[in-house]
């Protein structure tokens, strides 16, 4: 092999959480920022919904 051929290895790592020490009140807030940053995606997920529903409505109603 010459110097302008380079060689990559890839290895696999793993990694196993087993505990995670959070506060309460975090717990509360970080479960907070969950609940209205997943309002965005179900609406959406709603709209994207709806479009595939009117496609498929529009093939089959011929």
Do not use: R, Y
Request: aromatic share 10%; no cysteine; net charge positive.
């Amino acid at each position: 092999m010459n110097e302008s051929e380079s060689k990559v290895i890839f290895t696999k790592n793993e990694v196993v959480v087993t505990n995670i020490k959070m506060p309460f009140w975090s717990m509360v807030g970080f479960m907070v920022k969950w609940a209205i940053a997943s309002i965005p995606a179900f609406i959406i997920l709603t709209i994207l919904a709806g479009i595939v529903m009117g496609i498929l409505s529009g093939l089959i109603s011929h």
